[in-house]
């Protein structure tokens, strides 16, 4: 049972319009939510999270939209670059526990 | 911020022997470490959850006495695959976690391991 779903397992954008990248949750425990960017043999690196209190976190060209009624988030990017094309991970955890990761987005900003 | 260094980046070994992969905290205390797997196109699946000073959770279909968890440090942890074969062949991640971090997880740079 996979509890956060990145459906999109690919998506190309051009470069300086917007990426959105969409995740869905189904444990309705989760309270805090995460993206994570990914380069090949590396590790993912935090990038923007939200906690279930907000509905909007906003850090430069990138924004987090939670929709916790429809148990939906996104990530926007905006403009995009080419530096931005890598794998971003949805990840989500409720207290302390480990976070459960979505299967990813492959994100290519074409130039 | 805070870094983990996690080593070796990759690492190619014969079937049958062990592998030891090491995940080092350098400016914060890492009460916890998760320790993940990820295999090609899949997400990063949970092994274990490791606490300084106590015995590893594993999750369910790891085997523990395969992937030997260490956490002797606040600032230390290791994953052993123990008699490896080619099915083990993956990337590892190791990700740690304080109360001080607020939720800020910090991974490792990942281990690639290819066992011929």
């Known amino acids: 049972d996979q509890q956060v779903k990145q459906n999109s397992p690919s998506l190309s954008v051009q470069e300086g319009r917007i990426s959105i990248l969409n995740c869905d949750y189904t444990?309705?425990?989760?309270?805090?939510f995460l993206w994570y960017k990914k380069y090949p043999a590396e590790g993912p690196t935090f990038l923007i999270s939200?906690?279930?209190?907000?509905d909007k976190n906003e850090d430069g060209r990138f924004t987090v939209f939670l929709n916790k009624s429809a148990k939906h988030l996104s990530l926007h990017i905006v403009p995009s670059q080419p530096g931005d094309s890598a794998v971003y991970f949805c990840?989500?955890?409720?207290?302390?526990?480990?976070?459960?990761f979505g299967k990813g987005t492959r994100l290519s900003v074409i130039a | 911020g805070a870094v983990v260094s996690q080593h070796p980046s990759w690492v190619i070994c014969k079937s049958g022997t062990s592998v030891k992969i090491e995940c080092r905290s350098l400016?914060?205390?890492?009460?916890?470490m998760f320790w993940y797997r990820q295999f090609p196109k899949q997400s990063l699946m949970l092994m274990a959850t490791s606490n300084e000073g106590s015995k590893a959770t594993y999750e369910q279909g790891v085997e523990k006495d395969k992937f030997l968890i260490n956490h002797a440090s606040l600032t230390l942890s290791t994953l052993t695959v123990t008699s490896a074969h080619p099915e083990d062949s993956s990337f590892y991640i190791c990700s740690g976690w304080t109360t001080s971090q607020n939720y800020g997880y910090t991974f490792g740079s990942g281990t690639r391991l290819t066992v011929v």
């Open positions: 990840a989500a955890s409720g207290g302390n526990t480990p976070l459960v």
């Open positions: 400016d914060f205390q890492a009460t916890t």
């Open positions: 939200i906690s279930s209190i907000k």
């Open positions: 444990n309705s425990m989760f309270d805090y």
